[in-house]
């Protein structure tokens, strides 16, 4: 540490040549550690205080919701270590990159901004299932203004990158889910269903986006309910 490197090149008591400032310099030096000592044992007892999934946790919620507003490309490293309230040196002993951090943040959007799995039951009727989804979709495309539209949407338009890869992938990932939900539900063409369906999130994501508020977004889920029923979707 640098108060360690600091103290030991101090002078000791008795040196030759060393007048009252000398002795003023060390006594300083010994105050400078002690504080350090204290510092360094009250954060230790704030890190045990606190588990460390939980910790983890709350700094990837910190960097989802800044990647949503600003975009992965416009958010730098020093933002998220400012904003979670770390160091760079933790944040990439944590996480490792920050394009494996987004993957994280990724992760916890698909699992808690509109999960499918509270939706795709198995043994639910396909089309209250998909109707309720498409409603949760619009009302969380639209219920923050800093953060509208689809995080995993949005970001899987640029494949070139490896972090729109990872989005595309999510994306796909959860297009499969509900072709497979579909298909054991018995629904003579899921694929088709499925791909109504990532169709229409994408374009209330990208309305969203737009400006449109959540009336106007819940309005066309409650038209693709529509079609979707027109399509024999029970």
Request: hydrophobic share 45%.
């Amino acid at each position: 540490m640098v108060l360690v490197r600091w103290f030991d090149a101090c002078p000791r008591r008795g040196d030759p040549g060393h007048g009252d400032f000398y002795e003023w310099l060390l006594h300083k030096c010994h105050d400078a550690m002690q504080m350090d000592s204290v510092m360094s044992v009250n954060e230790n007892k704030r890190l045990r205080g606190r588990p460390r999934a939980f910790a983890l946790d709350a700094a990837v919620e910190v960097g989802q919701h800044l990647f949503h507003e600003h975009g992965y490309e416009k958010v730098s490293v020093a933002a998220l270590t400012e904003a979670i309230g770390i160091t760079p040196p933790s944040f990439y002993a944590a996480f490792g990159s920050k394009t494996a951090f987004f993957k994280d943040a990724l992760q916890r959007y698909a699992a808690t901004v509109v999960p499918l799995d509270r939706f795709l039951i198995a043994g639910n009727a396909p089309l209250p299932a998909l109707a309720d989804m498409l409603r949760a979709a619009a009302h969380a495309y639209a219920v923050h203004p800093q953060r509208r539209g689809c995080l995993i949407l949005e970001h899987a338009k640029t494949v070139t990158t490896d972090w729109g890869l990872a989005a595309a992938q999510i994306a796909g990932e959860n297009r499969e889910k509900v072709q497979a939900f579909l298909t054991e539900a018995g629904i003579e063409t899921p694929g088709r269903i499925a791909d109504y369906v990532a169709t229409t999130m994408l374009g209330l994501s990208a309305a969203a986006r737009e400006g449109w508020d959540e009336a106007r977004l819940l309005a066309v889920a409650e038209t693709a309910k529509i079609a979707l029923d027109n399509s024999r979707l029970h």
